[in-house]
């Protein structure tokens, strides 16, 4: 029996927890149907889940559908909670795309869309609540024209099945038109490879096309392949009854209980169905289980032969406070066991102004961490949206120096700096020759940068989009030491970004929602107006729905305000698309009142060693005094 991890994921509301439950119930797993909204659904067994009727963190189910097993990941459907559903994606090997025929395409559909095509994650469709729609047809041809033409109907007889495939294809083509009819074989490595993208229709919620679609799984996904070689992927942790867990998929080989994982030990192997858990002594490659006894473990570890992976792909943009009457320290402590679970939470104390302050992606994410310091920990929190979260770039190349050299110690590093396309992040690798610097030198720097979170001048907002090349340097034998080059490294970015600065080369930058603004058609013109007065930009689809982008800073609030004037008829879907130029950066840099030459951890200036003492050399100085030759 093959073995198949395959996730379900949706935009909020189109079904994606009654279409588990609906499979789960067909293929023997479910005596009896469970629903989200009367809070007995077999996946949603957090409390907070049955309180809200959502799906909040990412549960597994276990099923068997003729010569298939199937892991069954489901997640959650509101953006707030999108980060449950990035770290699974690292640990699938199909995915299941669920979308609304009331609802069509979303912008948090694209999103999702968007991530699986990033990650290659091959992909069947099913179509729900199609029972609330009359025109079948023309839903179909929406999605091949929202989301991809390789979308293939395969609820349509065969022969239209294999002809609408093979135009993917040349080979097949030829393969058709001389047998016609494509093999099973190949339809699997179209599927596989995203050539085509299987698509059902039903009603989850009646059980309709349902069985349909469980064969459609069986018959039509590849086993993977895995090497002997032990590996195995986190990608999430949670805490049960005071228990510590960390839920991997074994990648490669085999995981043993009490097998030895670097510093720590795999206590106990627990394999996971809802809530029920069964103890296992061993685990084989592809299978999603739980290790009971890892402290140290993280989002996104790879263990064994597996290299850690980052899977934040979508990051909050939004900052809130902490205010309590609780103790501070307790509140800290408490959150930052949090993180571990959800990592984008970024947990920020400050001690001058003894502050906490968390990354969120929304106001129901905000609530929602309210009740699990509540509930888990007994504290009593409020979270308070603050700023929307900036960041800065630049926009032309320069040569960065960075100099330590206090008395015994001696580290040069020389770096360009490359505007990079937005949504690349930081990028860093070396162009240095090993004659220049050895190995170990290049790994030391090359590490110094990977593991700092670099600010901007302007604002002192996190740094963006931009390559840090390392391409020359010195040191000494006699003199440097382990830190020296850290110090340099972190030094010389700064000392670049300063002379940017100087000639108008640094940009702030906001992030942007894409929005569906859905509101009675009388009061349109209120909306257009609202909407142009952010900024932002839009076309209208029908007669009363507004497609468009707008900055955060500007509509995080508005949805209160559609309700309002809407008398509650309206609804607007924000989903993070990206950052753009900031259209205030004098008014934020202004309030932000960020000096980069008293940021002391961020210093831009230099040490050199004159006379037996070490000497600070300002930024704009560096490069008279530095000691290996400019590139240029």
């Known amino acids: 029996m093959k073995q198949i991890n395959i996730g379900i994921l949706a935009h909020v509301d189109a079904g994606k927890t009654t279409l588990s439950e609906a499979m789960l119930y067909k293929a023997g797993s479910l005596r009896k149907l469970g629903r989200v909204d009367n809070g007995d659904a077999f996946l949603d067994t957090d409390v907070l889940e049955k309180k809200r009727g959502i799906t909040i963190f990412s549960h597994v189910a276990q099923m068997d559908w003729q010569d298939t097993h199937f892991t069954l990941v489901d997640t959650p459907g509101h953006i707030d909670f999108v980060n449950q559903l990035q770290s699974s994606l690292s640990v699938l090997d199909y995915a299941i795309l669920v979308i609304s025929a009331a609802d069509g395409v979303t912008a948090y559909t694209k999103t999702i869309w968007h991530l699986l095509d990033k990650l290659q994650i ?140 670097g510093d720590e030990k795999a206590d106990e192997l627990r394999q996971y169905n809802g809530e029920k858990f069964k103890t296992v002594s061993e685990l084989q490659a592809g299978q999603i289980s739980v290790i009971k006894g890892l402290t140290s473990s993280f989002v996104g570890q790879g263990l064994g032969a597996e290299q850690d992976l980052s899977t934040a792909y979508l990051q909050p943009v939004l900052n809130y406070s902490v205010e309590t009457a609780e103790d501070l320290h307790q509140v800290l402590v408490a959150l930052q066991e949090l993180e571990q679970e959800d990592p984008l939470l970024k947990v920020e104390w400050s001690k001058d102004l003894d502050e906490i302050s968390v990354q969120l992606m929304g106001q129901m994410q905000a609530e929602i961490l309210e009740q699990l310091l509540q509930e888990r920990f007994n504290l009593n929190v409020k979270l308070v949206q603050g700023n929307v979260l900036y960041q800065e770039t630049i926009t032309q190349e320069v040569e960065a120096v960075g100099h330590f050299e206090p008395l015994r110690h001696y580290a040069e590093v020389h770096f360009l700096l490359k505007p990079l396309p937005a949504g690349s992040g930081i990028q860093v690798k070396s162009e240095c020759s090993l004659e220049i610097l050895p190995s170990n030198w290049q790994h030391q720097i090359l590490h110094a940068l990977r593991e700092k979170t670099h600010l901007g001048v302007l604002g002192g907002f996190p740094l963006t989009d931009v390559e840090i090349v390392l391409i020359g340097g010195k040191g000494s034998e006699v003199h440097t030491v382990g830190g020296d080059f850290r110090q340099a490294s972190w030094r010389g970015v700064r000392q670049g970004l300063m002379e940017l600065k100087a000639k108008g080369a640094v940009k702030l930058l906001e992030p942007w929602y894409d929005f569906r603004l859905t509101i009675p058609s009388d009061q349109l013109g209120r909306a257009i107006n609202d909407i142009q007065k952010m900024g932002g930009n839009f076309k209208i689809e029908g007669e009363d729905t507004l497609v468009g982008q707008a900055p955060v800073a500007q509509m995080k609030n508005y949805q209160q305000e559609v309700r309002s004037y809407s008398h509650g008829e309206g609804s607007l879907e924000c989903v993070v698309s990206g950052y753009q130029d900031c259209q205030n950066s004098s008014e934020i840099i202004q309030s932000q009142n960020y000096d980069p030459l008293s940021d002391i951890d961020n210093t831009p200036n230099s040490v050199f060693c004159y006379h037996g003492a070490g000497h600070t050399i300002t930024w704009d100085q560096v490069p008279e005094h530095a000691q290996y030759p400019y590139l240029k």
């Not at 929406?142 to 495939?165: C, G, H, R, W, Y």
């Not at 038109?177 to 989850?204: H, W």
Request: without cysteine.
């Open 122 to 261: 091959p992909t069947f469709i099913f179509v729900n609540k199609i029972d609330q729609v009359d025109n079948q047809a023309k839903i179909f041809s929406n999605l091949q024209k929202d989301l991809s033409d390789a979308l293939v109907d395969f609820t349509a007889p065969k022969a239209e099945i294999d002809e609408n495939m093979a135009t993917v294809d040349e080979h097949l083509l030829e393969e058709f038109l001389e047998n016609g009819v494509i093999s099973l074989g190949e339809i699997k490595k179209l599927i596989k490879k995203r050539k085509i993208f299987p698509t059902y229709f039903g009603s989850a919620l009646k059980l309709n096309g349902v069985t349909e679609f469980l064969t459609g799984l069986d018959q039509y996904t590849l086993a993977p392949n895995f090497t002997d070689e032990f590996g195995a992927r986190v990608f999430k942790i949670s805490s049960s009854q005071n228990e510590r867990l960390t839920w991997v998929k074994v990648t490669g080989g085999i995981l043993k209980a009490k097998q030895s994982l």
